[in-house]
Nanobody, 123 residues
Framework: VELAESGGGLVQAGASLRLSCTASGRTVSNFGMGWFRQSPGNEREFVAAVSSTGTQIYYADSVKGRFTASRDRRMNALYLQMASLRPEDTAVYYC?????????????????WGQGTQVTVSS
């Protein structure tokens, strides 16, 4: 399976962006999916995770209340609606598919990763 992220860009603080991730090659509807991000000099960090059914969703504390993750199983897609963006949200955002059906926050549980999309938030 291949993952392709899109929707990143340069915005001002307070703006919104919607990231999309589309899987191709095989269906991922039976697996959890997640969003992670990495900024220069920092390790990759968890952002949001969605279970295979979309009913179980976890968020990092830093984005809770501002970001909303969702998935479309029919479209083999994962989304991240980001609102009230802050300069500290600046990072490359990665989409990933988990080995498990449930939502998981641990990067080691994900076995397929996209190439990432850059999000830059200016102050």
């Amino acid at each position: 399976v291949e993952l392709a992220e899109s929707g990143g860009g340069l915005v001002q603080a307070g703006a919104s962006l919607r990231l999309s991730c589309t899987a191709s090659g095989r269906t991922v509807s039976n697996f959890g999916m997640g969003w992670f991000r990495q900024s220069p000099g920092n390790e990759r960090e968890f952002v949001a995770a969605v279970s295979s059914t979309g009913t179980q969703i976890y968020y990092a504390d830093s984005v809770k209340g501002r970001f909303t993750a969702s998935r479309d199983r029919r479209m083999n897609a994962l989304y991240l609606q980001m609102a009230s963006l802050r300069p500290e949200d600046t990072a490359v955002y990665y989409c990933a598919v988990s080995e498990f059906a449930g939502a998981t926050v641990t990067a080691q549980n994900y076995n397929t990763w996209g190439q990432g999309t850059q999000v830059t938030v200016s102050s």
